[in-house]
Structures are given as C-alpha cells and as structure tokens.
C-alpha cells in the first residue's frame, strides 16, 4: 500500500460509533474518567501520609534529610522535559507527521527510562545505606563515661537511619526513629506506586511507537490515541509535582548537598565526608 | 447541531409488528447469529457479556449461599453446632466477602447494566466494547482466585480486613485475599467508566437527560460512586499488604502506626460502596413499578436528582461505622448528622414510588411481587439505619445483631429483591422465552416470608445485646436464633427456585415476543432476543420514558394524520408541522 | 430525514496548540520547577511547605490548562477534574479533622 493513499482516506469509525467527532470525544472522555480514579488512588496515599506528619512533624523531617535529593531534582527536569515531548508527539500526529511521532514518542520513553534509571539508583542507595524498613534489631556497644562498654539493642533501621542523618549533618537529638521509619514506608510506597504507573506508562508508550511504525497514525484522526496517552503522561508528572515537595523538601536540604548526593549517584565521589 | 421536532405528548409504547413464525425462526438476533464457545469467550456484543456476568455472578451467590448455611446452621446452638471457632470466623467472613464483591457489587451493573445500558439510551453498544469485555475477565481472574484462596486456608478476618489482627496476628489468606479483592476493583473501575462515558456520549437523537429512563440515572450514580470510591481501597489494601508483608507499621499502634487511619480509608469506599449496591437495585425499581402499575413515575426530576443525591451525600458519612472505634467526639457528631441527611434521598425515592402507585393499574406479576417486597423490606432497612446512626443510640447496638439485621434488610430485603424483579422484568427480552408465572409467583412469596422470618428475629437479638460475629451467645437467644435459621432455610428455598424455572423456560417457556409486558421504553421496541446491534436503524426520541397514559396513542395519532411511520424504522417519528394542541403531562 | 437520526458533536472539535505555545508551557513549568527547588534548598520554617505547596498548585494549574488541554475542553471535563479535586478534599478534610481533633474530647 502506498503511504500517502492511508492519509487521503478518512480514518474508519468504530461500528458502534455515528461519527470520527464522537469517537475522538467518547475516548477523551474515557481517559479522563480514568485519571479520576487515579487522583483519588494517589490522594488515598497523600491522605494517610499527610496524616502522620501532622502527629509526627519532627521525625518526618528527618527521614526527609536522609533521602537523596540530588537525583530527586535531575528527575524533575527529566520528567517535565518528558511532558513537553509527549504533547509534542501530539502536534505530529495531528499534523499527520509520521518521523515526528516516532521521534517525540522514542523521546519521552527515553527520558522516562533515565528517570526510571536515576530511581533505580536512588533506591540501590538507599539499600546500600541500609534505609529499608525492618523489624530486625541489633545489638550494639555503647560507649559509657567510664570506658566501659554496655550492650544495648536497638533498631537496625534506627540505627542506619542515625549514621546517614549524622553523615548529612543532621542533629538527630528528640528524634524517635521508628516514626523515621514510617515516613520511610510512605517513601517507598508512594515513589514505588509513582514508579509502577511509569513503567506502565513507558509500555503504553512503546505500543504506541509500534503502532507508529505499523502506519497507524497515518490517519491524522487518531491523533487523539496519542492525545490520551499524553493525559496520562502528564498525570504522572502531576504526581511528581507533589512527591518532590511534599517527601524530598519535608527536610533541610541545601544545593551544596544535592550535587554531591548527584555526584555519588553517578557514582563520582568527592571524598568530601 | 441537529433540531428534534418538539412533540409534546405521546407514548413510547409502540405495538410490536410480530414476524410471522417461519421469519422469526431464522430470525438473526444476538444469541444465534454466531455459535461456539469462542464467540462467547471473545464477543465484545455488551448483551453477552451481560450473560456471562450473570452465569458468574449466580456461581459466586451460590457459594456465599453455602458459607451462610454453615453459619446459620452452626448458630443453632449457642455453644456452636457444627464449626470450631476458627471455622467459624472463616464461614461468616467469606459470606460476607463473597456476597459483597463477588455478586452485590457487580450484578446488576454487570448483568442488567451491560444489557440495558446501550439500548434503552438506543445505542448499538457501549462506549468501549473491548474494555467492557477485558472488565469481565479482570472480575473474573480476581473472583475466582479470591474464591481459591478462600477454599485453601480461608480469611477469618471478617469482610473488614481490620489490621492489626489481619497484618500481624491472622495466620489466614489475608494477603492474597486482598489482591484478589484489589483485582475485582479494577472490573469495577472499568465498568464504571464504560457506563458514564457511554451514558455521555451516545444517547440517540432526542434522548435528553430528562428523558432517560430512571434505570440510567441510576446506573449513571453507580459508576459515579465506582469511579471516585474504588481507587481508595486499592490503595488501602496495597498499604495493608505492605505492612503484612515488611513487618512494618502504618497501621500497627505497637509500631506508631494508627488502626483508625485503615478504618478511614476502608470506610471511605465501603460506605459508598453499600451505595453502589444499592442504587441500582432502585434503578429496577423504577422501571418495574412504573410498568406494573401502568402509570408514569411520580416525580421524575426528584426521583432522578436523589440518585445522584445519594452518590455524592454517601461520600460524607463514613464514620458512621466508626462511631466506637476512637476517632474524634466531634468528628463523629458530625457523621451522625450528615447520616441523617442521607437518609433524605432514599426516603424521597420511597414516596414517590408510593405515590406512582396510588390510583395505577396495578398487578402482581413475580417482578412485582418482588418489587413490593423491596418496598417494605428496603423502607424497614432504611429507617433502622437511623437508630444506628444516631451516635447516642449506636453505642448500645453497635457490633450487635441489630446491624446485621439492618444491612439484610437493605441488601437483601432492597437489592437482592430489586435484583431478582429486574431478572425476572428482563428475562423475556434477554432470553425472548416466558417462564411459568405461578412458579416465580411462589418462589417470590417463599423468598419474602423466609426472609422476615430469618431477619426480624435478629433485631430484636441485637437490641438485647448479642453480637454480631460470635459463635457461641447467651442460652436465652436461642428460639430467635433457631426461628432465624429456619426462616434462612425457606429463604434459600426461594432462591433456588429460580434456578430451576428460569433455565427451564428456555426449553419449555413460551415465546416472548418483543414487548410482554407492555413496557414503554427503547429495549422494549426491539424484537427478544434483540438483534446484534439492537436497532435496525437509530432510533428517535419524542417523549419521556413512562408514558404509559395512552396505550394506544400512537394509533391515534395515526388515523389524525399527525404521524407517520415510514419504512426505514419500526419506530414512529414525527411528520413537519405539528399541531400545538397536543399537551401531556 | 436522515439529518434527524446523525449525532454530531461539533462542539468536540479540537485543535491541537502551536509549538509556540507547547514551548511557552514548559518554559514556564522549567522556571516553577526552578523556583520550587530554590524553595526547597532554603530554610522558611514553618512557611516553607506553605510556599511549596502553592507553587505545586500553580505547576498542576499550568499543566492541566495547557499541556492537558483544559482550555478547550468541555464543561464536563473540567467537571471531571474539579470532582477528583473535590473528592480527595473530603477525603482529607474528613481524615485530618480526625488526626487533628481525635485527643480533644467533649467531657
């Protein structure tokens, strides 16, 4: 089939449709009914979290401090950048501009992937730092004024969490680890819940790329296909717009501090600490 | 834009043209225009996928059958007849689970909606057929692998999953349980957003929102509850796994977690969802009243806001399950007092469904008799739902038999009555097959003694204080206890009934015909079992939804010249000018 | 009278905005991103989540509006989004009055 006779004929409407209009508008509709329901799912998350830091303000101003801020910020900008090439993927399609689409789609998933990339590293950090949440306990010595030492046990969380506080000059004093380690929990849960609908988002992005390359787009009606799918994009990067305040800047941070966490995550050490 | 011609009185009710017999038999319509067990597993027809929803959703109310005959049977003695303890807890908490999300929730949308939605809007399906297939499947892994992990270990939690005991002391199920449950909720979501975008988006000519039978209106509330409630508790059940599953606490207090945080966000949907299986049980309501009394709803506008009414105000009284719980004094004042306020939609939908009665034709068809038994079983529900929430008086019936009752009442007395009127009202369209009135008749009867008899016991069980969820109770309950359980088995009897009958109708049942019951509305104006499509050409609509005032209107009309029929559609539409004497209600 | 039986919804046509303006957006969301680091990398006290907050509502605002295409939507889309906004109000309002209130009894 010739390439250009796809693009002179109207696109077919759906049999259960009247017109390409109602078709645009019905799936329109329906990606925006969906985004309700992940307001609402997100919001359920926000909801508990914002719950517990308003009981426990201090400590969840510290589990903040510990968290890497340097990747948070690349992530930001990556992400934003990622928005602007999914709506421009929209004006291709719209204007029928087949390299376009293939470009500006292949753009966001790249950019999606760096995010997803950086996170991955945040998280192995994270690892590395022994922040994961846990219930087992170690023993540790304590230094006593006299020079004798005393067993006491405490939390390996608590006591990984200390180390990482202290290394970031954080003054640890009043703060009662185990509410550090709920904030914790909602770190993960609601970056991880973030980083799920990415990843489903960079699957639907690649199907729509194959779909670009099978000529599907060559009937400028079905740009709405990728005007939807932009929705939802967005609507990722709306998440983001409210995890980076709310998780990442509970706590002090200071720019200084952000280009080292970015250097170690690109795995350049300053030896600075 | 295009211009309807306004036309100001005439009903919907068109004479159906039967076919003569040897047409109808090669007729082609939905059920026989393709065979195969493929075309079944693969149809995106909205009018199979309501079959295979309703051959599911009767399994799975089966089996909650079952889990209650064991609790009822074990509550014949107070010491416990048949079930150890933990046994027990198992049977009343998968009753529970099974009836809420595996048929409640999902039957009538799924069954009655699928089917209805599209035609009585007069669209040749909905909005998204693929995805309404995809949300059978979705229910389907989910319900099925729920019921698995019900069979192999059991939940013991009760249908609340309340933590810590669920995340941290309950050696059951609770984590797979509750994926199973999270997967439901998908379908739900997905039939939601099918429902509200085809309601939207493709109403045919002249169906305006006024005119939509009330059934939609209903349907439309439904999904709207779906859409904004279900996503809170997949989001609740994701933070119970979790701590089930890390050993942390956002929900443990011996880990700074908060147990009334989970009750919130649990509640959040689960009163709403109550909502969701109660709305559009009403929707039947509305069209098996208004056909059965021969006369037009009282109070559409009124009747069609409270639907909505009922969706948004059902958002905002969460708490009312909370009342004892620990959550704030004056938090909770203020959930008795919207819980009052929503009591008002459904009292508002009770009256003018009483007075569309007054001065009908009334007859007692089996969707009647059920219909009248959802009217005093749903009202008695209703009105005990305000004892317990009023704050003060909640206190002492909390966690008793009188809750239990309560919620019977409505969801059996009101949904399940409303859902069996509706199989019954739509069974000669679906299936184009008559069943034997006098068996639905008495299976109807059967049901509504056997549910007082097993129900209104158990108020006055709660009221003296036995609680809810415990196997043994105080030797002084028992007659009410053994009166209750013999009332469930006359109850089942009941609804067994159908199981027999209805299937048998399909081999032995007359010929439907398009319209037995004289129904005004679009599905009704298509032949049974409808054609693949449901409307040879796109129907046009005049007039409101229950103009059952001139059965023979249209004929009228006909003879005065003032309409015509042409050849394109069964369906009359009106001629170029019009004369303005024509006024209706 | 076929014009009768077609469902038109001219209303739902859409035009898809200028490269202009797309950049414009993301120029704008780039400086509020700035803005919102800067806020972050600074000591407010107690006003720091209030800033923050506030700028997240301008960066959503500028987003849903222009890039989601808000600004030639229909009334029942921007119904859709203030009824997410307004459900997840209840939502928190309801919760947080819990959180807040739960230890101030009325006895």
């Given at each position: ?29 329906g990606?925006?009914l969906f985004?309700?329901t992940?307001?609402?799912f ?232 | ?36 067990i493929f075309?079944w597993l693969l149809t995106v027809d909205h009018k199979r996928i309501g079959l295979l929803y309703l051959v599911s959703a009767s399994v799975f109310f089966l089996f909650g ?29 998968a009753?529970g689970t099974i009836m809420l999300f595996l048929f409640l929730i999902p039957v009538i949308p799924g069954v009655l909606g699928n089917f209805l939605v599209p ?6 399906d909905m909005a998204f057929p693929k995805l309404n297939l995809l949300s059978w499947y979705v229910w389907m892994a989910g319900a099925m692998f729920f019921v698995w992990q019900l069979t192999?270990?059991?939940l013991?939690?009760?249908w ?16 797979y349980a509750g994926l199973g449950i999270f997967i439901t909720g998908f379908s739900s979501i997905l039939t939601a957003v099918n429902i509200i975008a085809t ?20 349907m439309?509330?439904t999904s709207l509850i779906q859409l904004l409630g279900t996503p809170v508790i997949a989001?609740?059940i994701i ?30 949907y689960s009163?709403p969802a109550v909502?969701i299986m109660?709305l559009p049980g ?133 949904m399940l009555?409303?859902w069996?009127?509706g199989l ?162 | ?107």
């Open positions: 089939m010739a390439a250009n006779t796809m693009a002179d004929e109207p696109a077919p409407v759906a049999h259960h449709f009247n017109n390409m209009l109602q078709q645009q508008s019905t799936v329109r509709l990606m925006w985004l309700v992940e307001v609402l997100f919001g359920g998350a926000f909801c508990a979290y914002t719950g517990y830091r308003i009981w426990f303000p201090k400590e969840f101003e510290a589990g903040s401090a510990a968290l890497n801020v340097g990747i948070a910020s690349v992530n930001t900008f990556l992400l934003l950048t990622s928005s602007l090439t999914c709506t421009l993927a929209i004006r291709s399609a719209y204007k029928g501009n087949q390299f376009g689409i293939k470009l500006w789609l292949l753009a966001t998933i790249v950019l999606g992937t760096v995010f997803l990339s950086l996170k991955g590293r945040e998280y192995h950090l994270d690892y590395e730092e022994g922040l994961i949440p846990t219930s087992k306990r170690i023993v540790i010595q304590e230094e006593q004024p006299d020079g004798t030492f005393i067993s006491k046990e405490r939390s390996l969380f608590a006591e990984n969490v200390t180390k990482v506080l202290h290394k970031e000059g954080y003054d640890t004093t009043g703060v009662y680890m185990p509410r550090v380690q709920l904030f914790f929990v909602f770190y993960y849960v609601m970056t991880g819940l973030h980083v799920l609908h990415m990843i489903i988002g960079i699957g639907l992005l690649s199907w729509q790329l194959i779909l670009a390359q099978m000529d599907f787009f060559r009937h400028s009606e079905r740009y709405v296909y990728i005007e939807v799918m932009s929705l939802y994009w967005h609507f990722v990067d709306m998440v983001w717009m409210f995890l980076l305040p709310l998780l990442y800047f509970a706590g002090p941070h200071t720019l200084h501090q952000a280009i080292e966490q970015f250097k170690l995550a690109l795995g350049i050490a300053s030896g600075h600490h | 834009m295009t211009k309807v011609p306004e036309l100001h009185y005439t009903p919907q009710m068109v004479p159906m043209p039967e076919l003569p017999p040897e047409q109808e038999a090669n007729r082609l319509h939905y059920l026989n225009h393709s065979y195969g075309s059958g079952l889990a209650v005959a064991l609790v009822r049977l074990n509550l014949i003695t107070p010491t416990g007849a048949i079930l150890e303890l933990d046994q027990y807890n198992k049977a009343f908490t009753h035609m009585m809007i007069g669209a040749k192999v270990g059991g013991d939690t009760g609340t999953l309340y933590p810590p005991y669920s995340s941290k002391y309950s050696h059951t199920n609770v984590l309601i939207h988006k493709m109403r045919c000519p002249g169906m305006t929102w006024s005119r939509l039978p009330l059934f939609i209106w209903a439309y509330a989001v609740t933070l119970l796994a979790t701590e089930k599953i890390f050993g942390v606490g956002i929900f443990d207090p011996a880990l700074e977690g908060d147990p009334i945080l989970f009750q919130h966000m649990f509640w959040f009163h909502y109660i009403m929707g039947v309501i509305n069209e098996t009243i208004t056909c059965f009394s021969r006369k037009n709803i009282f109070g559409y506008k009124a009747v069609a806001w409270s639907s909505v009414g009922i969706a948004v105000v059902g958002f905002l009284v969460w708490g009312h399950h909370m009342f004892l719980a620990g959550q704030g004094y004056y938090l909770g004042l203020l959930f008795s007092i919207l819980t009052m306020l929503v009591a008002v939609p459904s009292a508002i939908k009770v009256f003018n469904w009483s007075a569309t009665l007054f001065k009908g034709s009334i007859s007692f068809e089996a969707p009647m008799m059920y219909t009248m038994g959802f009217l005093v079983l749903f009202t008695i529900g209703g009105v005990t739902g305000l004892y317990l929430g009023v704050l003060g008086s909640d206190i002492h019936l909390h966690d008793t038999y009188f809750v239990i009752a309560h919620f019977h009442f409505t969801m059996v007395g009101g009555m409303a069996l009127a019954h009202f739509w069974w000669p369209k679906m299936t184009g097959k008559m069943y034997s009135d006098f068996w639905s008749r008495l299976a109807a009867v059967v049901a509504i003694v056997g549910f007082i008899m097993t129900f209104i016991p158990q108020f006055i069980l709660g009221y003296n204080g036995m609680p809810r969820r415990y196997p043994n109770y105080a030797p002084e309950f028992q007659f009410l206890n053994i009166l209750s359980t013999a009332g469930a088995s006359i109850q089942g009897i009941g609804y067994l009934m159908p199981l027999f009958y209805l299937p048998a109708s399909l081999f032995l049942g007359r010929k439907a015909g398009g319209n037995p019951w004289m129904a005004t509305g679009l599905e009704w104006q298509v032949p049974s079992p409808p054609p693949m499509h449901n409307f040879d050409s796109t129907p046009v609509v005049y007039f409101g939804p229950y103009e059952y005032s001139m059965p023979n209107g249209l004929g009228q009309l006909e003879k005065a010249g003032m309409i015509f029929s042409d050849e394109e559609s069964t369906i009359a539409h009106a001629g170029q000018s019009l004369p303005e004497v024509i006024r209706g209600s | 009278m076929s014009e009768v039986r077609d469902t038109i919804h001219e209303k739902d046509e859409h035009t898809v905005a200028s490269f202009g303006s797309t950049m414009t957006t993301f120029a704008v969301l780039a400086v509020l991103a700035v803005l919102q680091l800067s806020v972050g990398f600074t000591d407010f006290g107690p006003m720091k989540i209030l800033a923050s907050l506030t700028i997240t509502g301008v960066q959503v605002f500028v987003l849903s509006v222009f890039f989601m295409d808000l600004r030639q939507a229909d009334k029942l889309t921007w119904l859709c989004a203030g009824a997410s906004v307004f459900w997840v109000l209840i939502m928190f309002t309801f919760t947080l009055t819990d959180f807040i209130t739960r230890h101030m009894a009325a006895y």
